[in-house]
């Protein structure tokens, strides 16, 4: 279960991630030999079978001058919508104190679980697995972090490590296990049956390089967790000092991110680091919660996992733990590593957008990606910034949202005393700018501006739910007020007037505009800064007015 989250930085220090298009690839041809879908995801060099395929998200909602409208349902959360649950959970767990568990609470806890809760060890196996592969893919992109070795010990901990190497090979990874202690149970025997089916390589111990720069992209250490005592017996110990000289490196970026399960293998569950020379893990991910150890943990990444803590273990144990996001099994929790602005970029994959397969029209082009934007699921596709200028060439943007285009242009509603209002009556030239960020694309669109006529500003008006009815006559948009108050005030007297559902009349200040297009881009992100730009203008041809297509350099 891959979250649709925040982007996160690496642990080069970049935020550099791949931007893959995740919708209908038939729009635009692709040759054979080039996979435009997941071949920049999971290249499939043995022993790997084909990679693993995206699947695009449900239809949310269309627009009115949709052709048909699909009946409400319950729908689940966007990307975006996951995304900003996930900033909203984040900057809560940040801010909270969590809970950190000595080891006997954490040993108790676990046999709850397993008791008089009714869990089993494989549920909690899994889960924990599940959220450790999620936190990776959270921070870890593929783009950047392909290769992940996995290296697991004889216990809960090394079968949490198993788990985790399945998901993040269905998430698009290519894992590699180390797991020279097998434990005999069938559980473990069923986890090591499961990533064998997958093709999975098990790396005996002996064939580790000595330095894991140079075949791996990230180190999971699932060697012991929080009921390891005594000294790491080999080749454990051996195995310990290879990460402990690793993540001594001083370039971080020189080398893999060491991720800890629970615990750094090594240190002691409750005084951490003891000694000063053992594991210095990039990112943790703490289990059920965090253990005492947790606060000597200086890494900039720390994860909180196992999203299955009923109420009578909080409460038992006076768990304050965040909130979990969407439907995440992880939650990112104490501080919030810094962004460097300037390392923010995206390596975007999608189709090319050729010339010789656009439509002529550029509004059927504009209609065959809007439509696509909505199946996709992309929350308010309709979304559009409005940019326009008063007559001493100030300009203004702000976000509208579509509520109708065809052949005679792109129509939207507002306040006719707005800001934007008073700059078209000034300057009716403006521009309109789509950015469908999920599939690599944008469409700006320019032209000149007309009020719709009042026949249509009432029809549309009256579409309209009734509370937005009667927030259009409360709001005087772009004056002062003093309060948010005011509107409430306003709003709920309006409310008991119109309270018998009688007709709610429109405000004359209040209506439509439609903006004429002479110009149409349509921008498709590529990888290396090479992206696609087409732009239609209008040409006078034999008397008549038509679209020409040119290609614009990146």
Known sequence: MLTAACKLRSKSGLASTTRVMPFFLSTFPVPATANATAAPLCPPPS???SPHFLLPSPPRRGLAFLAAAAPARTRSPTPRQAMASLATSTAAAAAAEVTHLSQRDAADIDEQLMGPLGFSVDQLMELAGLSVATAVAEVYKLSEHTRVLIICGPGNNGGDGLVAARHLYHFGYKPFVCYPKRTAKP???????????????????????????????????????????GTPRPPFDDLIQMLVSLSVVGDSAKRPPIVSVDIPSGWHVEEGDVSGGGIKPDMLVSLTAPKLCAKKFTGPHHFL?????????????????????GTSMCVRIGKVPSVDISSLRENYISPELLENQVMPNPFD?????????????????????????????????????LKGVDKQGFVWYTNYGSQKAHDLSENSSAALLFYWNEMN???????????????????????????????????????????REVLQQAYKELEQKYSDGSFIPKPDYWGGYRLTPNLFEFWQGQQSRLHDRLQYSQREVGGSTEWHIQRLSP
């Open 305 to 325: 996992g196992g999203r299955f803590v009923p109420p009578p273990i909080s409460s038992k144990y006076g768990l304050e733990l965040p909130p979990y996001p």
């Open 441 to 483: 694309r944008q469409v700006r669109v320019e032209g000149s501006v007309q009020k719709v006529s009042e026949e249509e500003s009432e029809k549309y008006f009256h579409s309209r739910p009734r509370g937005s009815q009667l927030g259009a006559i409360v709001s005087k948009q772009s004056t002062v007020i003093s309060g």
């Open 47 to 49: 022993p790997y079978p």
């Open 187 to 229: 559980l473990y025997a069923g986890l090591v049956t499961q990533l064998e089916s997958l093709a999975i390589p098990f790396v005996p111990v002996e064939d580790l390089p000595q330095d894991l720069s140079g075949q791996y992209d990230i180190v999971i250490d699932a060697m012991f967790g929080f009921s390891f005592h």
């Open 365 to 401: 082009q504009f209609r065959s990606w809007f439509d696509e934007a909505v199946t996709a699921g992309l929350r308010e596709p309709n979304a559009m910034a409005l940019t326009t200028v008063n007559k001493a060439g100030k300009p203004s943007s702000r976000m509208v949202l």
